[in-house]
């Protein structure tokens, strides 16, 4: 609710600043914080919304930690699983000799981690690249899937479409999880 403009419950004049007004976190009403009896309660469900409002900060902030440690894990759980994603693509070409592919794959690798290692310090260009990538990397799985599908090859295609979901889940996971931003943000220092 927007505090400032909202009319006051008690003498129904606007409320101009925020600092003069308060809100009532169990019913939602807007009143002038000077327009309370002494004892601070809601004129209208008569709790009192001091209290009230330091209980939902304290459950607000509790929240926020969880959800915080819930964004490290997603970033490691992630990273781990897409590193090791690239690490068999290595194996793989390594053991076809496919020297080139072996070493694009190591450099991925190499990349990945990088990027992972600054995306859990918070840094903004290490999830845009990262978010980039994988969108990059599901479209050639998509690529890879219709070239497997036209030939037939069903087990590599089912290859091909197990990759496509792993790197679709983690496109969305990194570019819309908002926990992963809450993570990013606590390393931020405040200006």
Known sequence: MQLVGSNCNVCEQPIRYAPDGGECPACAIAF???CLPEAQQCPKCRGA???MLASRSKEVAEKRTSDTASGRRLIIGWGVALVALQALALVGAYLE??????????????????AFVAMYGGYRWARAWISISLALTALMSLSALVKYI????LALAAAAGLLLAVYTAAFFYFALSERITLHMNSWRVTE
């Open 150 to 153: 036209q030939q037939p090859n």
């Open 49 to 51: 919304w001091r209290d």
């Open 32 to 34: 002038h914080t000077n």
């Open 97 to 114: 000799g496919d020297i080139r592919g072996a070493s694009m794959s190591l450099i991925r690798v190499v990349v990945l981690c990088v």
